[in-house]
């Protein structure tokens, strides 16, 4: 069965994913108290996932001003996130949906003929309704700005 894609408006999916310390994160303790920025991005240490996981470091204090939390969701394992966490300093979680199963929810497209996960980033309300979605493979960088964006037109509503 294929998933459709998580539009605006839609509630956010309910998930329960393990971050880098093994400590399970559980999405819905945090809907509804602050606005939620995830992204998913295809895989740890490559050029376009370093460059959007530092870009979303660099803005996380604006992100945290606007009272947000931002998590970040690869395929890749635990152990493989504690170091790309460490190396580039994240002060967000990276959580390991190792199975696939949270992309499927959210029915993230794959890219390249499905060989390449995709890069969407989502913004959920407190209202627990997703926002904003931006999906691109090719311009990672992009997302920190359009999620900053949304979350300031949230603000303002």
Do not use: W
Request: net charge neutral; proline share 6%.
């Amino acid at each position: 069965m294929i998933k459709q894609p998580i539009q605006i408006g839609d509630l956010c999916p309910i998930f329960n994913l393990p971050n880098s310390e093994n400590k399970q994160i559980t999405i819905s303790d945090y809907l509804g108290k602050k606005i939620l920025v995830i992204f998913f991005y295809p895989k740890d240490n490559t050029p376009g996932c370093t460059k959007e996981v530092c870009a979303f470091r660099d803005a996380y204090e604006d992100f945290l001003e606007l009272g947000c939390e931002v998590f970040g969701i690869s395929s890749d394992q635990i152990s493989a996130h504690m170091e790309f966490e460490k190396k580039y300093q994240l002060p967000y979680p990276l959580l390991s949906d190792s199975q696939k199963i949270v992309r499927r929810q959210f029915g993230v497209p794959a890219n390249l003929f499905g060989l390449i996960p995709g890069r969407v980033t989502y913004i959920i309300g407190l209202d627990k309704r997703v926002a904003g979605i931006y999906n691109s493979q090719m311009n990672p960088i992009d997302h920190i700005e359009k999620s900053l964006e949304s979350v300031r037109q949230l603000q303002l509503a």
